[in-house]
């Protein structure tokens, strides 16, 4: 590679609008490197090349264009990719979204430079995620488990207890037989102080913060900073994951943010664009992220990921959910109502979904009846749901005896099953044995979906 | 003569060159250094618009682009099957070789192994008359597909030599003496461009049910082989369940499947499941029938507009030896904002939600690849592709482009829906929504198999259906004790069929794949128990004793008796239901 070109100053900005920039006249700049800039005023910021025609290359500046200038703003480019210097020491560290040390720490001497946009793992390679994780919560063990290696987001709204939920996760997780801890690696996109600050005191708490990994950037940072937050981390997991070989749980924050981010760069760059404004390539973008979860043969660490995004609106039609939804392996959904009713942690069940619990369940895993207990209380709950919408009309009086056990079950079911404190860790043997006793409110022939054998062990008096 | 031009301006996947004159609309290029695979979507004057397969950082302006001289195309002949393969025809297993666990740029690997020595066994003998897609030999690929070696479609004569035994796919195998006199050498490797179809000689009439084992489908909303089917949902209604189901148990002898802009995880499900699955017909392990296109949603984008006609093209190919070929594309809706994305950056004038203008006709002749046909050659063979293409709506809002779209062409429509999804009833497809135009043209192949009543049972349980739905509204207004006791009567059996029936258990080792018999029995089971007990009430009976009866959680474990046992034990339970109806 020529070196020239990688000293060479460039003064020659035409145009600054938004989060771009525009440089003509340079030579041999290559697609999606990094560029440093310093401002008139001698403040060094970075960017990144998004398109190069002929002389003329956009730059995207990720800690905003405001002071640049088009007169004497400086422009190096790198010839390099974004990337990142990894090594073990990052364990404990915070950093923040373009991945600088802001704990007043030393630098990080890396061990590696990785792209953080990474390569698509080889489907032939990975593992099939099939390992237990047990969070403590009966409505994710029992009915949306959680496996090693799985890509299982939160989908919240405003002013519902995520945070709590995913601290919860975060200092409950652990597989059964196997005390290795997770590191976590926490990537916080455009969230404020205040929740940030909540994170950080509950791995405090926990004595868990030496076992923590901090990506932050706040409300008050650059938006377009907040395009590389997720991939740091991500970068940063996939080194601890597969060349340290620790078991390691995401937890990004809040994909949202991330997502006006996009809309942002891809507004200023007079895209075309898709859904609501958000740029055509959104899906293959967030792919890019989510996708990074797994297990790889033959590798003993993995990665499993649990973003957090509020739905606007608490519209999971909206495309950040839906395309999300789309990708990840399931999905948890918070719900207004059940916590107006002072549920916690309000899991709706219904919508929520983990596509990779048939795998991590059953005999030698977690229980045999585990499967069948979990589709029955599914279908029990629903259809005492759908009675409540009847209830409100013809009053409970007017319901046959077999639909009134459905409808308390449904009570009791989110009384009792839902229903949990911030720090109570049941085991998977708690919550099916509770699951069991509450199928003793339903008419035994109506219990369908277990096997006899079960229902005769689970349910002798 | 390859053309070389330089690279000027690069947008994410979309490149442009200059100095390409003399290349062609949807020729393959190698771009810059790295030697990216590319494709020519458009030319201006010496400026070519090039496609890129691959990732695009890092690439510079005066970089160079190289013309290949052929279109995009894919290798056929032994070797293909069980294999997975990217979006281009590379298959993964030899990139892992290569690049290790994930997927680098720039990777050259063969499509097929050229090595590896193939027993050729000839069924033609020197002076025999061959024309273009006649079978020259065959090569015992897997335990389950006996690859035929076709003459190539463009060729015929008399063959003037054959060879058999152990043979690469690049040994000259046989020479063939056109008309004009030239002799032709014939290899077992042809290659085809993708975006062709290939040719065939006319297209029949669909008659004959493609039977997947799954009730809903089969019985309610059949395809037919060589049909096309959408199966619409939001996510986490069970499309790819449904789809993986179909291409486990479907009638099909040979499978293609493609994971386009999905999952990874999914992908390695198929790989690390199939193999051990065994073929409810044959016994053979369904991997050995199974080609897996993997363009999961974070490989280039560029490469999952090309993985379905890839896909279709095998597909083709297997056709074209005389079998029924079975293709799910799984999502075609990420093929569409493939499509979308490459046509933005190309700043096309957008139609409706920012998909191209042409998004219609490109689903159009997609799907029209499908189909059963007599093949080229002296003797036609009746072969088949039948598709089916799930279809992802954002927000599971069907009045979008690539739903609509596509529902302008398929037959076959299994509507998934969330809502059923959420009660954990599977397969969740709508039975009022969904429908199936083959319903007439295959009903015969049914009465012939199964009995008679076939289309009239059919069709008395879609009327149930159809019943219970207009009285649930009823029901939410005063409540059930308000109908009358025949219409009670409706709602249990409807309520058993929705539950007993259309509910199928993909995880349950007898209940995953539910043969013809088993189904049109169970049917006729469910029908005579709502007979029986209309009788009843008419005569006196008591519905709340009818509601009671022990036979339902009979008829309810029906599903899972194993096939075996099930005349004896469903005579048994039909004996009963007359005999309880006695009682009430």
Known sequence: MNTDIKTKEYTTVTEVSGPLMIVEGVEGVAYNEIVEIETPAGEHRTGQVLEVKEDIAVVQVFEGTSDLNTKNTKTRFT?????????????????????????????????????????????????????????????IDGMNTLVRGQKLPIFSGSGLPHNELAAQIARQAQVIGDDTEFAVIFAAMGITHEEANFFMNEFEKTGALEKVTV????????????????????????????????????????????CEALREISAARDEVPGRRGYPGYMYTDLAGIYERAGRIQGKDGSITQMPILVMPQDDITHPIPDLTGYITEGQIVLS????????????????????????????????????????????????????????????????????????????????????????????????????????????RNELKRVKDEFVEEHLKE | MIIEGNIIKIAGPVILADGMRGTQMHEMVKVGDSQLVGEIIELEGDTATIQVYEETAGIKPGEKVESTGGPLSVELGPGIMGAIFDGIQRPLEKIKEQSGDFIARGVQVPSIDKEKKWTFKSVVSVGDKVLGGDVLGEVNETSAVVHKILVPPAISG?????????????????????EEGTIEKVQMLQIWPVRKARPYVKKLDPDVPLVTGQRAQDTFFPIAKGGAAAIPGPFGSGKTVTQQQLAKWADADIVVYIGCGERGNEMTEVLTEFPFLDDPKTGNPIMDRTILIANTSNMPVAAREACVYTGITIAEYFRDQGYDVALMADSTSRWAEAMREISGRLEEMPGEEGYPAYLASRLAQFYERAGRVHTIGSEPKEASISVVGAVSPPGGDLSEPVTQNTLRICKVFWALDASLADKRHFPSINWLQSYSLYVDSIQNWWKETVGDDWRDNRDEA???????????????????????????????????????????????????????????????????????????????????????????????????????????????????????MAGV
């Not at chain 1, 210097?85 to 990080?108: A, C, L, Q, Y």
């Not at chain 1, 369940?361 to 209380?377: A, C, F, M, N, Y």
């Not at chain 2, 058999?164 to 003496?177: M, Q, S």
Request: hydrophobic share 35%; aromatic share 6%; with cysteine.
């Open chain 1, 79 to 139: 010839g390099e990719t974004a990337k990142i210097g990894v090594s073990k020491e990052m364990m404990g560290r915070i950093f923040n979204g373009t991945g600088k040390p802001i704990d007043g720490g030393p630098e990080i001497i890396p061990e590696k430079e990785l792209d953080i946009n990474g390569n698509p793992m080889n489907p032939t390679s990975r593992e099939y995620p099939a390992e237990f994780i047990q969070t403590g919560i009966s409505t």
């Open chain 1, 215 to 258: 990506f932050m950037n706040l409300a008050d940072d650059p938006a377009i900073e907040r395009i590389l937050t997720p991939k740091m981390a991500l970068t940063t997991a996939e080194y601890f994951a597969f060349d340290l070989g620790m078991h390691v749980l995401v937890i990004l924050t809040d994909l949202t943010n991330y």
């Open chain 1, 336 to 443: 207004r109502d059940l916590y107006r009713k002072g549920i916690y942690p309000p899991i709706d069940v219904l919508p929520s979904l983990s596509r990779l619990m048939g795998g991590g369940i059953g005999e030698g895993k977690t229980r045999p009846d585990h499967s069948g207990v979990s589709d029955q209380l599914y279908s029990a709950y629903a259809e005492g749901r759908d009675l409540r919408d009847l209830v409100a009309v013809v009053g409970e009086e007017a319901l046959t005896e077999r639909d009134q056990a459905f409808l308390k079950f449904s009570e009791e079911f989110e009384k009792r099953f839902v229903t949990q404190s911030k720090d109570e860790n049941r085991s998977i043997e708690e919550t099916l044995d509770l699951g069991w006793d509450l199928f003793r409110i339903l008419p």
């Open chain 2, 158 to 178: 008399t063959v003037k030599s054959i060879a058999t035994g152990d043979h690469t796919v690049l040994d000259d195998i046989a020479e063939i003496e056109t």
């Open chain 2, 462 to 580: 879609m009327v149930l259906l159809q019943e219970e739905s207009e009285l649930q509204e009823i029901v939410q207004l005063v409540g059930p004790d308000a109908l009358p006791d025949s219409q009670q009567v409706t709602l249990q059996t409807a309520r058993m069929l929705r539950e007993d029936f259309l509910q199928q258990n993909a995880f349950d080792d007898v209940d995953t794949y539910c043969p013809p018999d088993k189904q049109a029995e169970m049917l006729r089971t469910i029908l005579l128990f709502n007979k029986e007990a209309k009788n009843a009430v008419v005569n006196g009976g008591d519905i709340k004793k009818i509601d009671a009866l022990s036979v339902k959680d009979e008829i309810a474990r029906m599903k899972y008796i194993p096939t075996k046992e099930f005349d004896a034990k469903v005579k048994d339970i039909k004996a009963k239901i007359v005999d309880q």
